[in-house]
């Protein structure tokens, strides 16, 4: 493993410009030093819960508890069959004196705080805990419109996925580590199921923290391109879209804020749709047509230009022609219609 690319002596509160360009990850050391928030965690764990609850509007969060045998790793059961931790709700400042007293219990239970919005949250967190994502507005284009998420709990390891959206994650408390792998490693991280997950997005089976090579040999090879960083209160980390990484909650109290935003339009369905599909009706295809199958996709979309489609006069090109709102709209009625008549 080698260390993740670093920037100092940042803007505090402001990315640099032309982050996302290289699709490369990198620490941005103090991005949000200045929030707060990170001053008060950096005081004390306490003041930390104090600050947080100040902000907090009074809703239930959504809590993943395991017992203290699973070691901070959400995951899935010895057998595959269910998950390692049970689901409850919570008022939050009730969660975070649960955290605060268990903070000096050795093997305490883990709990876990995963994507909870912030705005709904933590209403008024933003107003002075927040990023400009201006710098990232380019060729005319307004910057994105990113989803602010929480994350919080005791000590996690929330085992390597992939994440479609681009993702600034900065450390407001506690320690984080992270270790990220570039997309081409998926065939060395020996993948799970990708319908039935811990939390939505398909994980490696492998644990970093004692690998089995005998059952995982390729892993060793994924390891060999991995990158790996560890943040302090203050830091922040971007992850390019399709980045596989594990994250690390390494002390008693943690808290991330996450920015998630996607560099395509909203009309867009999620490209996992097309692979279940794909598996329903491509896979399992002899060989041949598989082959052919995959020349299409290649002429269609992987490899689609302007001469694609040029020889088809613009009003009759449909699902070809570039796609709008409205037609995206189309053209997902007419697959709904197709899937119904099976």
């Known amino acids: 493993m080698k260390p993740i690319r670093e920037l100092h002596d940042l803007v505090p509160g402001r990315l640099p410009s032309h982050l ?12 949000v030093s200045h ?27 959504a809590i993943m508890t395991g017992p203290p045998e699973i070691d901070g790793r959400i995951f899935y059961n010895d057998d595959l069959t269910g998950m390692n931790f049970g689901r409850a709700d919570a008022p939050l400042p009730a969660l975070m004196e649960e955290l605060l007293q268990l903070a000096e219990v050795e093997r305490p239970p883990c709990y876990y705080v995963g994507s909870t919005t912030v705005d709904e949250c ?16 380019t060729g005319g284009t307004a ?12 000590r996690s390891r929330i085992a390597p996925h992939y994440d479609l ?19 081409e490693q998926l065939p060395n991280l020996y993948v799970g199921p990708i319908d039935f997950t811990p939390a939505g997005q398909p994980v490696s ?6 690998p089995d090579f005998e059952r995982f040999p390729r892993f060793a090879t994924a390891l060999e391109h991995a990158q790996v960083a560890e943040l302090e209160p203050g830091d922040a980390l971007y992850i390019p879209s399709m980045w596989w990484h594990q994250v690390e909650a390494l002390d008693a109290f943690n808290v991330l804020i996450n920015y998630w935003w996607r560099q395509s339009p909203a009309h867009m369905d999620p490209p996992v749709f097309a692979l279940m ?34 020889h088809i006069p613009a009003h009759a090109r449909h699902a070809l022609a570039p796609i709008t709102a409205e037609g995206a709209g189309h053209l997902r009625a007419h697959l709904i219609q197709r899937l119904r008549q099976r």
């Open 277 to 310: 599909l794909a598996l329903l009706s491509l896979r399992d295809l002899p060989t041949p047509q598989r082959r052919a199958w995959q020349g299409i996709f290649d002429h269609y979309v992987f490899n689609a230009d302007g001469q694609t489609s040029a």
């Open 205 to 210: 089976l492998v644990d970093l923290k004692q």
């Open 35 to 61: 929030w707060p928030m990170v001053r008060e965690a950096r005081r004390s764990d306490r003041a930390a819960v104090d600050y947080l609850h100040g902000c907090w509007r009074g809703a239930p969060v």
């Open 122 to 137: 933590l209403p008024s967190f933003r107003a002075h805990n927040d990023l400009d994502l201006s710098s990232l507005a």
């Open 165 to 183: 959206p681009d993702n600034i994650a900065c450390v407001a408390a506690g320690h984080r580590r992270f270790t990220l792998f570039p997309p």
């Open 143 to 154: 910057a994105p419109e990113a989803l602010a998420s929480v994350w919080l709990g005791n």
């Open 20 to 31: 996302i360009e290289a699709a490369q990850p990198v620490v941005l050391r103090g991005l």
